[in-house]
C-alpha cells in the first residue's frame, strides 16, 4: 500500500470482526515498530503482546473494558523505561566500537549518556542538575532537560509513543485496524506484565480486522491553518 494511502486509511477502529491476525503480520509490525526515531537510540522501549488468555483478560478489565481492547484480537502494551538505557547503552558502546565509530559518539554513550541518566537515589542529583541547566542557561543556549526522572520518563514515552505509530501504521498496511488507549489503570497494567516504577505505560493497542461497525464517522480533523503555524 502506498506510504499516504496508509496514511489517509488508519483509523481508530474500536470493533472488530472475528477473523484472527495472523503471526506473520504482528511480527512485520513490530519490526516496523523498532525502527521509528528514539531518543539516543537507547530503545527504551518494550513491546508486549499480550497472549496468556488470563492475562488478555485482565488487560480487557485494566482498560475499563472499553471495546476497542473487549474487541480486539491482539493485544500489545507499549512501555516506556528510561532505566533500560543501561541494557541498551553498553550494547551500542560495544557496536561503536566494532565499526570503529567517530570519537565523538563514543564520548557521546561513555561518558554523556551515562551522566545524563544517572539521578541518583531518589533523585538526589535532580536539584544540582536543574541548578547547573538554569545558571548556564543564563549564559548560552543549553538542553534544560532531562535532570530528574520525570524528564526521562517523558523522552522514553515520546520514543514509545513513535514506536507505536509506526506499529500500528504497519499493522494498517497489512490490512489490520487498532486502537490506541491511553484508557487503562497504568499501575494495575504494569503489574500484570510484572513492570514497575521507572517504567511507565506509553499506550495498550488493540488490534484485528476492523468490523462495519468500527467507525462513527469520517475522519475529523481541525483544519491545516488552524494547526500549522508559520513564525
Ligand atoms: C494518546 C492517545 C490515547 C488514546 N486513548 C484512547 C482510548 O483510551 N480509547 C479509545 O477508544 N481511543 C483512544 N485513542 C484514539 C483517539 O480517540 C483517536 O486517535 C482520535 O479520536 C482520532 O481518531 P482517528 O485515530 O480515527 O483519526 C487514543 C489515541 C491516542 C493517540
Redesign the pocket.
Known amino acids: 500500500m502506498d506510504f499516504f494511502d496508509t496514511i489517509n486509511k488508519?483509523?481508530?477502529s474500536?470493533k472488530f470482526t472475528d477473523k484472527s491476525v495472523p503471526d506473520e503480520v504482528m511480527k512485520k509490525s513490530f519490526e516496523a515498530a523498532i525502527k521509528a526515531p528514539n531518543s539516543s537510540n537507547l530503545q527504551t522501549w518494550r513491546f508486549w503482546w499480550v497472549r496468556d488468555l488470563e492475562k488478555k483478560k485482565k488487560l480487557v478489565e485494566f482498560?475499563f473494558n472499553?471495546s476497542?481492547a473487549r474487541e480486539a484480537k491482539e493485544l500489545v502494551v507499549v512501555t516506556a523505561d528510561p532505566d533500560l538505557w543501561k541494557v541498551s547503552n553498553p550494547e551500542i558502546i560495544k557496536y561503536a566500537k566494532e565499526i570503529n565509530a567517530p570519537r565523538l559518539v563514543k564520548f557521546y554513550y561513555e561518558k554523556l549518556i551515562p551522566m545524563t541518566y544517572r539521578v541518583g537515589w531518589f533523585g538526589i542529583f535532580t536539584p544540582f542538575k536543574k541548578l547547573s541547566f538554569f545558571i548556564t542557561g543564563l549564559f548560552r543556549p543549553i538542553t534544560r532537560r532531562p535532570g530528574s526522572m520525570r524528564d526521562l520518563q517523558e523522552i522514553a514515552i515520546k520514543s514509545a509513543?513513535l514506536g507505536a505509530e509506526n506499529f500500528v501504521l504497519a499493522l494498517e498496511a497489512q490490512g489490520f485496524s487498532s486502537?490506541?488507549?491511553?484508557?487503562?489503570d497504568e499501575t494495575r497494567v504494569l503489574k500484570l506484565i510484572g513492570l514497575r516504577s521507572p517504567a511507565r505505560t506509553a499506550?495498550v493497542i488493540g488490534i484485528g480486522e476492523p468490523s462495519e461497525r468500527a467507525?462513527w464517522g469520517e475522519?475529523f480533523r481541525l483544519p491545516l491553518e488552524k494547526v500549522v503555524k508559520e513564525v
Open positions: 488508519r483509523r481508530s474500536r482498560c472499553q476497542a509513543a486502537c490506541m488507549m491511553e484508557g487503562h499506550m467507525l475522519q
